[in-house]
């Protein structure tokens, strides 16, 4: 890392953790703490005020009215950002980046650009399908614990009825699937990583350090997917599909099943708590097969095959 971005890295985290002592600072740059000192004394000669707290509990800050420098945009510029940003949170890897950057450039561009930025979302949403209601205040201050590899504690629904409770975890990656958002994280002491969805989380806390966590999924968006299609559901769902594999993933979102190979046929695999639905579903993929189980389902999709027929015949 050069030096300019080691100091700019040094501003994002002054800015990310208000009070962060030489040590950690220095641990997240890759530096010793004596280049780390150097880098906010740089700093400070450049005009940015840090405010500096000596002791076991002391750290650096960002005097209020210092976060960022000047942003060197102009209105139009500023709203392609925008737009750019919004439009990243579709793609797997870069949902937390887009977050935490539309949040700080909401902080840095004058007050008069603000209703502009507000009626790009309004654009956005009438473009794209909404994503399910989640308040700023839990979707910010996750995407901002995962960019900085924080704990956090949320207070978490199980159930859409049910009461909050709150749980220590170590997040992993923020994901956008089938509009809404959910979190890749580890509870504390857990052996396996878990997804919450941030629609049933009520509040944020940054504890200020790090749990130990078994290594990460490969690819949260996969795994996020995987947990949706076959999460504690009441029925588990396995279909013989007479047609190849390739075609069924171009139809099924892979949130909702999954798609096993098998020679020329395939098997779809998924959950539900409905099995109405799951035979209405089946039916709108307009495919030949067969039901491996449950064995219900099979007699829903007769109940439903003699109600079209009832209905519709001449």
Known sequence: MSTTNRRIETLSLLQAHPG???TR????????????????????ELGYHIEGE?????????????AMPPLLLDADEVAAVALGLRTTTAVGGLEAAAVTAM?????????????RLDALADVQASQWPAQR??????LIPVALACRADEAVRIRHRRGGKMEARPVDVQPHRLVSVRRGWYLV????????????ALDRVEDVQPLGTRFPAPEPPSDAAAFVSDALAHGPWRHRVRVRVYTSGDLVREMVDPSVATVIDDDYECELRFGTDDLDWAARWLA?????????????LTGRLRVLGRWLLDRYQS
Not at 54 to 66: D, N, S, V
Not at 105 to 111: C, Y
Not at 185 to 196: D, M
């Open 20 to 22: 962060i002592s030489a």
């Open 25 to 44: 600072l220095a641990e997240r740059l890759g530096v010793t703490e004596r280049t780390a000192r150097r880098d906010i004394a740089q700093l400070r």
């Open 54 to 66: 000596a002791g076991r509990t002391g750290g650096y800050r960002l005097a209020p009215g210092h």
């Open 103 to 115: 949040a700080k450039l909401g902080q840095v561009v004058p007050s008069r650009w603000h209703r």
């Open 133 to 138: 209601s989640t308040d700023q205040e839990v």
């Open 185 to 196: 994280a580890c509870p504390r002491g857990a052996a396996e990583w878990k997804v919450y």
């Open 284 to 296: 709108y993929l307009n495919v030949d097969m067969d039901v491996i189980e449950p064995v219900e």
